[in-house]
């Protein structure tokens, strides 16, 4: 199984003073490390994710509304930096805001694939998704304190969400994405599908899916989410790549 190691390093915002959360979101139309605009569809897949969070984004070509062209600070700013090395292509997401300062980070997503299109998209997609839950910091025009907190990750599977559907891809299929102390399990829109976390034992985990709660183990034949229903066990196999 193919695995990597995963350094991220999330700063997350703390306010001293009460502010509206941030309703706007600013995408670039090319990423620097990219020749043309929107390469690979990256910047369309950005600002959806985005968008799906819940924020009015924009491109930073586009007209803005008068609010924010008077006042760039009511937005932050999307980034993408790349880590490439010979074997993999690794991608990180960073928020800034208006004043390019660093408010969160993603973890770094990564891909084997040689086609650079699946490449890049499996790598954004990886990092996208693992920002999702953190986007709750507010606006900060006046004071505001950051604290520093690291996150190490370590042998994360390096296969992540498809980039684009295909005849072949197993629609039960979910991927392992971590979090602090386990995984969240998630299928390809990306939907949650069960919360994962570490326990004693290697290859067992204390799981929930929903309200539902069991043990998450391997078994000689695949992965499994067991549980009692009505006093019944219920042993449930769960199509999942870590």
């Not at 670039?28 to 799906?52: C, R």
């Not at 999702?132 to 599977?157: P, S, T």
């Not at 919360?195 to 004693?200: E, R, T, Y």
Request: glycine share 4%.
């Amino acid at each position: 199984m193919k695995r990597f190691f995963v350094l991220a390093v999330l700063l997350v915002a703390t306010i001293s003073l009460a502010q509206e959360k941030y309703e706007y979101v600013i995408v670039p139309t090319k990423f620097d490390f990219f020749k043309n605009e929107n390469e690979y569809n990256l910047n369309a897949l950005t600002k959806s994710f985005f968008e799906t969070e819940g924020f009015a984004v924009y491109y930073d070509k586009d007209e803005l509304p008068k609010d924010l062209a008077e006042n760039r600070c009511k937005a932050f700013y999307v980034d993408a930096v790349e880590n490439n090395n010979m074997f993999k292509t690794r991608i990180t997401i960073q928020i800034k805001d208006c004043q390019n300062k660093i408010l969160l980070e993603s973890f770094e997503g990564s891909s084997r694939e040689k086609t650079y299109k699946i490449a890049y998209n499996e790598a954004f997609r990886f990092a996208l998704t693992s920002l999702k839950g953190q986007l709750n910091f507010k606006n900060n025009f006046d004071k505001k304190e950051v604290e520093e907190k690291h996150v190490v990750v370590e042998d994360v599977v390096a296969e992540v969400i498809p980039a684009t559907p295909q005849k072949s891809t197993n629609p039960n299929q979910l991927f392992a994405l971590p979090i602090e102390n386990g995984y969240k399990l998630v299928d390809s829109v990306p939907n949650v599908i069960y919360i994962i976390q570490n326990s004693s034992e290697a290859n067992v985990f204390i799981a929930s899916k929903g309200e539902i709660y069991g043990v998450f183990q391997k078994k000689i034949n695949g992965w499994y989410f067991d549980y009692y229903q009505d006093g019944k066990l219920i042993s449930e196999k769960v199509n999942v790549k870590f």
